[in-house]
């Protein structure tokens, strides 16, 4: 391959690429082979992830005119450039800290030895605060010696390798040019989430820890929270053998093909090495998706695969005619958003009692726990969000950021975090902005489809057409703030959302 990089040849074979790489951890993660082979498929493509390749598409993205189509599509292929660029720098870092998370053992102070994986798992699991405490104190230990050092270096670089490139001042305003979303606006948006939500935070959350955990809000810390949030009482509503007809049999009543006319691929078989946790992976977008999953039952299980079935449909449903960028790349905040609108039936008092074994009168308690998660799960991306914004905005020194860290996750969330985390405890390229613009649009849609289709818009065979065709087959050509204004005719914010935790918490 020694052809001139171009437009038409970063699409054709950045394609390729996409779709090696994808059936790579396809086969890996489900257990068809003993590990991704990455290397290969990045040498066989470098001319499309190179320098040359990265001028390409500046090149294009400087040519085009603001607002028009062309800059749409160069946009999204001059962002995959960058990441690739420092993707391919911070891959030995990468590994290392792969490498370091599977083989890494806590110890805690009286001989007991759990593997890193594990110990999250562990201490959502305890009941006794003892324990969950003294794994903790282990654990913080060994991250701060280990695995923090790394990260901070790896965040240190990801920094310096886009500012180098000098497409705009800093990090932030490279993040925001390339993503087409204004960080200061959201950032903004949250501090007064967080505000607006303070009050109801401070009345549901003593009496969930005294009566869940029996402890007292002075002393709840995060290990505390995963213990509060395992919500195991009730997973007998959630039987495995259950999950997979019953949430394909929601989907067809809404008018839809759960498998796209076998486009979307299940894979459910038991095999050795495979993920427990259900996942999507799209290897030909729209005709080649797969749904892995093991189902193991329980509410998280029910959960983990609506949400992987919400990003399996987006994928089969996309336009094939559409150029590869808006299949492959784009605001991820869409597909997430997507994911969203089906793991938030969990929160249908109607879908819960038409297709769960939670009936009518489990279901106040239900939906008390659904909020109460929901509520902690968006105070915490919000802190995380703010966090975020420091750590790479460059406007507090790295040294001071593990305490602005601890401050603003255990201010916004009511639980003690640990300045060990304060580099751990972070999503790469502003991924929690995609998570909370995602959340931000599925209470759109779904206020939508219940004013299109009624409240029991799931299994009204009318509704289903509709996602599919004004959705899910624009791909991601949209950015998640310009669909809702397009479908809902409404700009994206958090009321919605704070209107729907109030209507759970009763
Ligand atoms: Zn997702």
New binding site residues.
Partial sequence: MTSRVDVARLRREGELFMQELSREYYEAHSGLKASAELQPVYEKYRDVLGSDALAVAREFFDSSAEGSEERRSARLLLDWQVESQSSRELAPIDEREIAWEADAVVTTADGRRVPFQRVAIEQANSTDRTERASLEKARSALVLRELAPMRRERFQRERDITESLGLAADYNTTWELLSGVSLTGLRDECAAFLRDTQAMWDDVLPPALKRVLGIRPDEATRADALALFRAREFDQYFPASEMEPSILRQVREMGLDPLANGRVRLDTGERAGKRSRAF?APVRVPEEVYLVLRPHGGQTDWNTFL??L??ALHFAYMRPDLPMEFRWMGDNSV??GY??LFDHLMQDAGWLQRYTGVDKQATPAFLRSAGLEELHFLRRYCAKLIYETHLYGGDVSWESLPDLYVQLLSDATGFRYNPADAFVDVDTRYYAARYLRAWQLQALLTETLVARYDVDWWRNPRAGPWIAQALFGEAQRELAHEQAERVAKKPMDFAPLVRSVERMLG
Avoid: D, I, L, R
């Fill in positions: 999507c949400h992987e919400g990003h597909t997430e994911a969203m």
